[in-house]
């Protein structure tokens, strides 16, 4: 007469079909791009008090009709993000007006604007997540990120408002030069509260065009050598890229600019009613103010995640893509062109597979390939990372299969040959 | 004096061809199973719009689906509402005074 499933069983069934149907599962909207922090990092941000922006920002009602329009469509995980969400006044209205209707809410927020008040309304309307990024394990890091004094004590006392009440908290953190020697204080101060923990290093320029935040991007060494300092990410990307070759992607991966679930069945809305395959994606935007969410879905976005590539791109037969970074949108934003994938994603990607031992064939489009031209360069770093890894103590993972064909032994009197079965 | 059913706050949501029960408010929000109900629990769940006991959701059963007996569903009802109840999803109230009890 009715079942209860875990909620991971029935998110991945779910998953599973929308590739199929193409259901608008998954929503992100950013509520503002305000946000009282200056991250050094952001990718979106502007001042909190950017009038000009908040006078363009969806109204309540405008919330509420395409909370309407989504909800009969068929979202059901709903991300709202920023900016700050708190930099919106009305913010658990907006919260209200999607949790009645059924969503399963992710909150992402710096936890610098939550009060008691707030956090009394998120302990009875439970969201499914609250999500708060961590700047730095000390203050002195943590604002010099954020360059907002004061913003540490807010955001340490906005987590212990949530703990208090026993919502569900995650926390993360971003690896940039000024925080990658407390990422990992700062997961075990996590892991001490009971709190999980994530962290990512891939940062991208800002949507206005904006290079700033590549100033504080970590090297793609950077980043592989921070897998190496946790012992469940390589593994962790291996998982990945195997979990993800599935079929059922194939149609979507191999002619079309995005490869992603991005118009399949997620999509975002900025702050002023403009629906796009995804927040970092700003060239195809539909107008949720002119038109139906239906019309925008069936059609625009449809035609905007079909587009064909123009040209050949390694990415296309690239066996560990699902470990990849880059994408379309972010190609834009680095490259100005979405067909150009971006070197730094490319060469972290290579870096994680060489350590990983995962079997990789030559590719003439890819230079970090057997017999291309960077490869040798690239497996010097491989080389240092492995040192790396024995530094620290670091067993690299074993693969746990090998692709490459088993050359047949030919037995000739008493001597074994391998292969040159034509000599 | 009889027990009454309570509906906690949910939606009722039809995606990809399955029903879904979601909780709005308090710790049954929290999402560590998901409910999917088949159709029969879905009309019995909009039934506990208009019918608050046992019995009377029993009949309502027993009327909407042909050739199912109220004796046959009154176990199946019974059961489906045990498992709203440990999931916080109803609460039994005494129609005299109010407070929680025993659904059966």
């Known amino acids: 007469m009715r079942a209860s499933v875990s909620y991971a069983h029935f998110s991945r069934q779910l998953h599973r079909r929308l590739l199929e149907d193409r259901i608008p599962l998954e929503a992100t909207f950013e509520v503002s791009r305000r946000c009282p922090l200056a991250c050094r990092h952001c990718y979106n941000n502007l001042p909190v008090g950017d009038r000009a922006a908040r006078q363009r920002e969806l109204t309540l009602d405008e919330y509420r009709r395409i909370f309407d329009e989504i909800a009969e469509a068929g979202t059901l995980w709903l991300l709202l993000t920023g900016g700050e969400v708190l930099a919106r006044p009305d913010f658990l209205e907006i919260y209200t007006e999607a949790k009645t209707r059924g969503f399963l809410i992710t909150i992402f927020t710096n936890g610098t604007l939550l009060t008691p008040r707030i956090a009394d309304y998120l302990a009875e309307w439970r969201p499914f997540a609250v999500e708060i990024t961590l700047y730095g394990h000390t203050r002195e890091t943590y604002e010099r990120l954020t360059r907002a004094p004061g913003s540490y004590d807010r955001c340490h006392r906005g987590i212990a408002l949530l703990l208090e009440r026993s919502l569900p908290l995650k926390l993360k953190t971003v690896g940039t030069t000024i925080t990658k020697d407390e990422i990992f204080a700062m997961r075990d101060w996590a892991e001490a509260l009971g709190v999980p923990f994530k962290f990512d290093s891939m940062l991208n320029p800002r949507i206005d065009c904006s290079q700033s935040p590549l100033e504080v991007r970590l090297t793609p060494e950077e980043v592989v050598e921070l897998d190496l300092r946790d012992p469940r990410r390589l593994p962790a990307w291996r998982d990945l890229s195997q979990r993800y070759q599935t079929a059922a992607m194939a149609p979507y991966v191999t002619n079309t600019v995005y490869d992603c679930g991005g118009g399949i069945g997620s999509f975002a809305v900025n702050p002023y009613g403009e629906m796009s395959i995804c927040v970092l994606s700003q060239t195809e935007t539909y107008d949720l103010r002119q038109g139906s969410f239906r019309e925008g879905w069936e059609h625009f976005l449809r035609q905007a995640r079909l587009q064909l590539r123009t040209r050949p791109v390694k990415c296309q037969t690239c066996e560990i893509r699902p470990m990849c970074g880059s994408c379309a949108a972010v190609n834009e934003l680095e490259t100005g062109d979405k067909e150009t994938p971006i070197d730094f994603a490319c060469r972290v990607n290579h870096l994680r597979a060489y350590l990983l031992e995962i079997p990789l064939t030559p590719n003439p489009l890819c230079e970090y390939r057997p017999g291309s031209e960077r490869y040798a360069e690239l497996q010097a770093s491989v080389a240092a990372l492995r040192q790396r890894a024995a530094e620290l103590g670091v067993a690299l993972p074993v693969p746990s299969r090998r692709s490459l064909p088993v050359i047949p032994f030919q037995h000739d009197g008493n001597s074994v040959k391998e292969g040159h079965s034509n000599e | ?104």
Request: net charge negative; with cysteine.
């Open chain 2, 1 to 104: 004096m009889s027990n009454r059913i309570e509906k906690q706050p949910c939606v009722l949501r039809c995606i990809a061809g399955e029903t879904l029960l979601i909780p709005l408010r308090g710790k049954a929000a929290d999402l560590d199973a998901i409910y999917v109900l088949n159709e029969t629990a879905a009309r019995l769940w909009e039934g506990l719009d208009r019918y608050s006991d046992l019995s009377s959701l029993t009949a309502y059963l027993a009327e909407t689906f042909d050739g199912v007996t109220a004796a046959a569903a009154v176990q199946d009802v019974a059961d489906f509402l045990d498992a709203l109840a440990e999931a916080g999803l109803i609460r039994a109230t005494c129609a005299a005074s109010q407070p929680v009890c025993q659904l059966t």
